[in-house]
């Protein structure tokens, strides 16, 4: 939820077989239309749903290529499909709409499925192997205010990139890693979970912290690098493993204290500042 994976997803559709995007329609996680899919995790949405529909799309033109064959008379390596038209290579105004195709064939739909798998398997015993198909790198910087009375923190500035490989739709990557800097202010200035003898005394939003709105830098800022190759890339972490390393090295940068556990309160800045005084 709130990934934009359906509207990326789409695009990728639309580009593929050639059709205004305002024509698609996705259909959610639903058994009984949908084949088995685990859940959008791992940053993995885009890169291995988006493959799997470019394979099905590519299967789907392929039989729209056969059932146009008989009315060109010409083989299928003869047509091509493209930009919602199957027409002659070599004669370009010979062309039939899809809607032309199914029509003459006396169907109501064409259906393709499409796979995309990836392999890699670690070995329990020696840690060995393949663990991912993608390995997505990130980064960020930032500049920080350090109260040095109270021990608070401010970010002021922050800049993150991610590496996205092929973009699909710039704003929502843009809207990714904002999300995920924004995120990783939580574990890495106020997050945490306390216990008192093994019962939890703060398990709601009133007592755990979240980031708010006046919690955000000043200035956010965050872009995507993209690849030669056009292979797609997920994006939805790479700007969150840098946030709390910045933050604290900032801060140290700032005040000469080295904060090593999470979340940098501002009650560990404060003993580490008095302790140094010391």
């Not at 008379?73 to 027409?87: R, Y």
């Not at 709409?97 to 798998?117: D, I, P, S």
């Not at 005040?255 to 309160?265: A, E, F, K, Q, S």
């Amino acid at each position: 939820m709130g990934q934009g994976a359906h509207t990326a997803l789409a695009q990728i559709a639309a580009e593929a077989l050639g059709v205004p995007f305002e024509r698609m329609i996705v259909v959610g996680t639903d058994t009984k239309v949908t084949p088995f899919e685990s859940s959008t995790s791992s940053s993995r949405s885009t890169y291995m749903m988006g493959n799997a529909i470019l394979r099905s799309a590519a299967g789907l033109k392929e039989k729209l290529a056969e059932a146009a064959e008989p009315y060109f008379e010409m083989s299928v390596d003869q047509l091509a499909v493209e930009n919602g038209v199957v027409f002659v290579r070599d004669e370009p105004d010979r062309r039939m709409t899809y809607a032309e195709v199914l029509q003459r064939n006396h169907l109501e739909r064409l259906e393709a499925m499409g796979e995309f798998k990836v392999s890699g398997k670690i070995d329990p015993e020696t840690g060995q192997g393949k663990a991912s198909s993608h390995y997505h790198q990130g980064a960020g910087a930032c500049e920080v205010e350090v109260d040095t009375e109270t021990g608070r923190v401010r970010v002021l500035r922050y800049v993150g990139s991610s590496f996205a490989g092929r973009i699909v739709n710039p704003t929502l990557a843009k809207l990714q890693n904002d999300g995920n800097v924004i995120y990783g202010l939580g574990p890495a200035l106020m997050e945490e979970m306390v216990f008192d003898h093994g019962q939890l005394i703060n398990p709601n939003l009133s007592d755990y912290m979240v980031p708010s709105f006046l919690d955000i830098p000043d200035e956010l800022h965050t872009f995507s690098v993209e690849s030669e190759k056009g292979e797609f890339h997920g994006i939805g972490e790479m700007t969150l493993p840098s946030v709390a390393p910045a933050i604290a090295n900032a801060i140290y940068d700032a005040v000469g204290v080295r904060i090593r556990d999470l979340p940098i309160t501002a009650e560990k800045i404060l003993r580490a500042l008095n302790n140094d005084d010391s």
